[in-house]
């Protein structure tokens, strides 16, 4: 078997690993390169393997950067199936869709290539009914799949690929500890060859016990000072963790006080109506509240503003407020128009909940910039600009020596992608200090090795 690293190597974004076994060639993602110009004009690009050769594609979740160039796969000659689980298909329709919407306002503004449209969108849709966690996929000639949940959004999955008498792993994105409503991360089987995101391979979360009260600090910091929280967050999952947070501090301990927030994200409104679809995908404490009718996105205060009317109306409200918005890592979406406006006010909070991309607006202000450009406007910073780590839906570094070490057979070789340079080579590191008879590397892009 061989692995050739075509995208989220000795980076986050771009996710696209090719596994070549001795009858099969399997794509395993197939994202978008995200954060500044030189990165996402990558995208355009011709893939560096011919589509049409392929004959499977795994899709471990639906976020941009794992499955954005899928219908752009299809529309450059791939016609095999495309396997997911049936809630990363869902969500996986939505991105695409915005993502088409992106393009072409980009196109018209500023003559970026649109790279797919409807018609390739509806057959990376249709071209696979969605498949069940733990369901068996035979390839023929002895190559079989399996997804495993990762617990890291609604959907997600890790896959093991049992091919040449070998088993190989992907993570994908494995989730936070206690994330809610996902359910954990399954444990690794017996594995031979792992391939393991290093998002946060070089840090450490707050403990996760801290994540509602870190929330509940922050509402009421911004309530004391009078301004306006920003929540850049990204639609699928982190929001709707953040609902669901606010949802328990609100009705269950009743320590939320009373605060407009608003939901100003149209792609995170509909990403909540898949969640309604797959109970079965609930963690305990979710499905039991589901169970008892609570609508856990939803609560008193909340205000969901799908249109650009409703969005524009949150400006006249008076402070403090709250608000909730795409894109994650600012590089788009509505809280741009927010940020313009309340980044120069001291009394506001900006509470990033995520990684940030190198490139990207929310990098440079977690970073500390005192200027910032959004829009082709010069924008002063004297809002406070603070980070929460509790809240990201990535495992920190202990979850992740943690979740190698318990697999039910050591794995002999780790490659770890999905990371910056220091963050993969401060993992790789760890894993091979801590634990025996295993081997850990840091790929670089285009580079293949045999296993
Ligand atoms: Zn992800």
């Not at 990098?363 to 005192?370: F, I, N, P, T």
């Not at 990535?394 to 990371?419: E, I, M, N």
Request: hydrophobic share 35%.
């Amino acid at each position: 078997m061989k692995v050739t690293f075509f995208g989220a190597a000795h980076q986050v974004t771009g996710s696209c690993h090719l596994i070549e076994t001795k009858t099969k060639r399997i794509l395993f993602d197939c994202g978008m390169f995200q954060g500044g110009n030189y990165n996402e004009g990558r995208n355009a690009d011709a893939f560096p393997f011919d589509p049409s050769e392929l004959d499977a594609v795994f899709v471990s979740h639906a976020h941009a950067d794992h499955s954005g160039r899928v219908p752009k796969l299809i529309r450059d000659g791939y016609a095999g199936a495309v396997y997911m689980t049936k809630g990363t298909r869902e969500l996986a329709k939505i991105i695409w869709d915005d993502s088409l919407s992106i393009m072409r306002y980009d196109n018209e503004k500023f003559q970026r290539p649109i790279l797919f449209d409807e018609h390739d969108i509806d057959e990376a849709y249709g071209c696979c009914d969605g498949v069940d966690y733990h369901q068996k996929i035979d390839l023929g000639d002895g190559v079989t799949a399996l997804f495993k949940d990762a617990g890291h959004i609604f959907g997600s999955s890790f896959i093991e690929l049992h091919a040449d008498g070998k088993t190989l792993a992907y993570s994908g994105d494995l989730g936070n500890k206690n994330a809610p409503i996902v359910r954990p991360t399954e444990m690794l089987g017996e594995i031979d060859v792992l391939l393991i995101e290093s998002t946060y391979g070089d840090r450490l979360h707050e403990p996760e016990g801290h994540r509602k009260q870190l929330l509940l600090d922050i509402v009421k910091k911004g309530i004391a000072n009078g301004g306006v929280i920003m929540m850049p967050a990204f639609s699928i999952e982190r929001t709707q963790e953040i609902l669901y947070d606010l949802d328990q501090l609100k009705e269950h301990d009743k320590t939320l006080p009373n605060l407009p927030i608003y939901l100003d994200s149209p792609m995170a409104i509909k990403a909540g109506k898949v969640y309604k679809e797959f109970p079965e995908y609930y963690d305990e404490e979710a499905a039991q509240q589901y169970k008892m009718g609570d609508d856990f996105l939803h609560f008193d205060g909340l205000e969901v503003t799908p249109s650009r009317e409703d969005s524009k109306r949150i400006n006249h409200s008076p402070n403090p407020k709250m608000i909730i918005a795409g894109a994650g890592m600012m590089n788009g979406g509505r809280i741009l128009h927010h940020a313009k406006r309340y980044l120069p006010d001291p009394a506001s909070l900006l509470v990033l909940v995520g990684y940030q991309a190198q490139g990207t607006l929310g990098r440079r202000l977690y970073e500390g910039a005192e200027e910032v450009e959004i829009h082709g406007d010069r924008i002063p910073v004297r809002a406070t600009v603070t980070a929460i780590g509790a809240l990201s839906a990535h495992a920190d570094q202990d979850k992740l020596v943690d979740w190698v070490r318990s697999a039910k057979k050591t794995p002999a070789k780790v490659y770890c992608v999905h990371g910056e340079p220091h963050a993969s080579t401060e993992l790789a590191h760890r894993l091979k200090k801590e634990i025996s008879g295993l081997e850990a590397f840091v790929p670089e892009e285009g580079e293949t090795v045999e296993i």
